[in-house]
């Protein structure tokens, strides 16, 4: 991570400032679910079930094939954790149009709460804040509001719920009307925070909450108030919306300067500004290579556009294996270009160190792809040797098994 957690990690308020960097830890509030719409199920508010149950909040999408491959699977750790609390909601970005009719596909087999994200805030909340690009990715928020795991949904999953979820669901807390009152008095304040409003002018707001968490003994249990922490990073997180504002919209590298100048003495200790526009840069413009191979965008830029990506870098072993298992497996690319998914899928596994099960298996398919099966032979057989997750097992064992049928006689 690239700072320390919030000292005041509390309601929710903050992190669903947090909307632009992987800022977050683990133990960090959740975001709120700013829902556009809600596709199946019941609305969930994690202000109203704190206290009562644990939810899932999976991030996926229609066209996404590793999320067809998970919704079974997040269906049935609903039917088995649901008497101990646990609510499993999918959030896509697409629209109603695109995601009612797959849901009512799907039937009994998506059988979760699905709800949709078109202004991308809770994405942002979570997705963001946690440094996360690749879809599916599940986050678990605990009893307490918090984010206790995130990662793969195939992948751990149900052994965090195993550890995170009561053994019986609990009933609900008791109102208190002074913490809600601390709620919007931190919420406010963190608003005005990041709209500019000088230490001065939020000193009166700041007295309110230094007395409700007097009163209250901790806005958060065991943790101290530190307003002006909480300023800066309001204020750095602001300062990095404009920033990624502009080079979304290609600005001149002067007004980038003026910027990142404007941003750099908030930033918290360790964070890489090169590298924040690196990782953006590799994301937007495989966006703009998923539209141009999925017929969305302009097809005769595909090659150009392919180009660039082969030339970028990244540490990020996530997003590159997440971008190399879209290249091989999305069902809507018309035109798959298997040597640009082997660069990535092998630079996820040297930036892995070869130990993530995941990142082998999708080496090991890129590799089969692009011809070599006896290397995809040993990676698949390595992404089996290192998988702990009982779950995974029968896929990567069926994949080992397809790849041995093509085997070269010896």
Not at 297 to 315: C, M, P, R
Request: glycine fraction near 6%; aromatic fraction near 6%.
């Amino acid at each position: 991570m690239i700072h320390p957690a919030s000292s005041l990690a509390t309601l929710g308020a903050l992190a669903a400032l947090l909307r632009v960097l992987p800022a977050a830890e683990l133990g960090d509030p959740a975001a709120p679910l700013e829902i556009s719409a809600w596709i199946r199920g019941n609305p969930v508010n994690l202000d109203a079930v704190r206290g009562r149950n644990v939810v899932v909040v999976e991030f996926w999408a229609t066209w996404c094939g590793p999320c067809r491959v998970t919704i079974p699977h997040l269906a049935e750790l609903q039917r088995k954790f649901r008497d101990r609390g646990v609510v499993v909601v999918g959030i896509s970005d697409e629209s109603a149009a695109k995601v009612q009719p797959f849901v009512d596909a799907m039937a009994e087999k998506m059988e979760y709460t699905v709800a949709l994200d078109t202004q991308r805030n809770t994405f942002a909340g979570y997705m963001g804040a946690y440094g996360v690009r690749g879809i599916p990715h599940a986050f678990v928020v605990d009893l307490q509001g918090r984010v206790a795991w995130h990662g793969h949904p195939m992948s751990g999953l149900a052994q965090a719920l195993e550890r995170i979820a009561p053994t019986t669901a609990p009933a609900p807390p008791a109102a208190n009307p002074k913490r809600a009152e601390a709620q919007r008095a931190l919420r406010n304040y963190l608003e005005r925070a990041a709209r500019g409003d000088s230490d001065e002018r939020l000193e009166p707001l700041g007295r309110q909450l230094a007395a409700l968490d007097k009163d209250l003994g901790g806005l958060e249990p065991g943790k101290p108030l530190n307003l002006a922490e909480l300023r800066t990073r309001a204020r750095f997180e602001a300062a990095m919306r404009d920033y990624q504002r502009a080079l979304t919209s290609g600005k001149a590298q002067p007004e980038l300067d003026a910027l990142e100048a404007k941003a750099r003495p908030l930033a918290p200790a360790g964070f890489n500004f090169a590298r924040f526009k690196g990782q953006y840069q590799l994301q937007r413009l495989f966006q703009d290579y998923y539209r141009a191979v999925t017929g969305k965008g302009d097809s005769a830029k595909a090659e150009s556009i392919a180009q660039q990506l082969d030339a970028l870098e990244s540490d990020d072993v996530e997003v590159q294996n997440e971008i190399a298992w879209t290249l091989l497996t999305d069902e809507r690319i018309k035109s798959r270009n298997p040597k640009l998914a082997l660069k990535f899928a092998r630079a996820a596994c040297q930036a892995s160190g070869g130990q993530d099960p995941n990142v082998l298996d999708t080496y090991a398919r890129a590799l089969f792809d692009n011809g070599n099966v006896p290397e995809a032979i040993r990676q698949q057989t390595r992404a089996i040797e290192l998988n702990t997750d009982p779950d995974r097992k029968a896929d990567l064992e069926e994949a080992l098994r397809r790849y041995r049928q093509k085997a070269p006689s010896s």
